[in-house]
């Protein structure tokens, strides 16, 4: 999961996750791959969601400088899901939420659990619901509604 460590809408998206992988019937590796901007301060993207993410079990986070790891997945959204096979083929690409900063039963969940359960997936892409990764956001504010996709 690619995400901005200040988006509300990324609780969301964590909790969905952290639902995807007790619903998986083997744990896949996991990362959540923070986007720190250029210019923010030291421990910028240590924030709650941060600390939320890290508490999940078997999931590594990580810092994204300047969003270059994003950017080389194709992700613009906090909260994209991707999904790869061992053998490196992308699996699925969206979001994990059915709605902006909303969890519960939703199409990109059921899809994840179904591959990761081995089972076909209902779809291979589903909408991805929250903040920017990248653009012109203030990096020293938390993020609002109006700034959502």
């Known amino acids: 999961m690619l995400a901005h460590p200040r988006c509300t809408c990324t609780r969301a998206s964590l909790a969905e996750l952290a639902e995807l992988l007790a619903r998986a019937k083997e744990r896949p590796r996991t990362y959540v791959v923070f986007v720190k901007p250029g210019g923010t301060g030291v421990d910028w993207e240590h924030t709650d969601l941060w600390r939320t993410a ?36 992308l699996l699925f690409s ?10 519960g ?39 609002h509604d109006d700034d959502h996709k």
């Open 105 to 143: 039963d939703n199409l990109g969940r059921a899809s994840i659990v179904a591959l990761l359960n081995h089972d076909a997936a209902l779809e291979r892409t589903t909408p991805v619901f929250g903040c920017p990764l990248f653009g012109p956001l203030d990096p020293d504010r938390e993020t």
């Open 94 to 103: 969206g979001g994990a939420t059915g709605a902006r900063a909303h969890p």
């Open 54 to 89: 890290a508490a999940l079990p078997g999931v590594t986070v990580l810092r994204d400088d300047a969003g270059v790891e994003a950017r080389r997945f194709g992700a613009a959204t906090s909260g994209q899901v991707l999904l790869y096979a061992p053998d490196g083929r």
